[in-house]
């Protein structure tokens, strides 16, 4: 069975630095990709970050420059570097992963607010 | 990148049919996915690829697509449907992903 249990949450202040971890049961993170997909309060999905097997990275514009990510292979794992983290970036953090297109298994998520 | 449209709310009333629909550029190359999210929960799969349930999900939720719409239809809406319910695909360049704004659907 595949599972997502994101770690790593919490209070930061603005432009402040956060490094948020995935890690998945059921499946290799060399084998498929790991997506990041955050939500604000009360607001829609938004598309993060992604990491795909062959480790190529891809970031939406909200936050190029300011996060990174990265893979633990022997650890099965992935990370979210943020920094320079801003208000706007308050949000719930889903590890997401699937096949192609398909975003097909979801984490429980992980809190990230900033505030002063 | 590209956008995807989604109406903010759709009401239905109980047993009734319901379609729910996203459109932009992205869906004449990809098939969008769908996902329900319930209050306080993260969001779940329900349609992915031309019309296609994950197991658990129920027959009366069925996708569809033609050129840059695609459209989620729910028959006989039952209460435990009522969700937000949000389209995704890839964007033109297919690297990232774009999802649409959401729709609020309320079983009445």
């Known amino acids: 069975e595949v599972q997502l249990v994101e770690s790593g949450g919490g209070l930061v202040q603005p432009g402040g630095s956060l490094t948020i971890s995935c890690v998945p049961s059921?499946?290799?993170?060399?084998?498929?990709?790991i997506s990041w997909v955050r939500q604000a309060p009360g607001k829609g999905l938004e598309w993060v970050s992604v990491?795909?097997?062959?480790?190529?990275?891809y970031f939406a514009d909200s936050v190029k420059g300011r996060f990174t990510i990265s893979r633990h292979d022997s650890q099965n794992m992935v990370e979210l570097h943020m920094s320079g983290l801003r208000v706007e970036d308050t949000a719930v953090y889903y590890c997401?992963?699937?096949?192609?297109?398909?975003?097909?298994?979801w984490g429980q998520g992980t809190v990230v607010a900033v505030s002063s | 990148s590209s956008e995807l449209t989604q109406d903010p709310a759709v009401s239905v009333a109980l047993g009734q049919t319901v379609k729910i629909t996203c459109q932009g550029d992205?869906?004449?190359?990809?098939?969008a996915s769908w996902y329900q999210q319930k209050p306080g929960q993260a969001p779940v799969l329900v349609i992915f690829?031309?019309?296609n349930r994950p197991s658990g999900i129920p027959d009366r939720i069925s996708g569809s697509a033609s050129g840059d719409t695609a459209s989620l239809t729910i028959a006989g809406a039952q209460a435990e449907d009522e969700a937000d319910y949000y389209c995704?695909?890839?964007?033109?360049?297919?690297?990232?992903?774009?999802f649409g704004g959401g729709t609020k659907l309320t079983v009445l």
């Open positions: 997401v992963t699937g096949v192609g297109v398909t975003m097909s298994y």
């Open positions: 059921g499946f290799s993170v060399t084998t498929n990709y």
């Open positions: 990491i795909y097997s062959g480790g190529s990275t």
């Open positions: 992205s869906l004449r190359s990809y098939y």
């Open positions: 690829g031309k019309d």
């Open positions: 995704n695909s890839r964007d033109t360049s297919g690297n990232y992903w774009v």
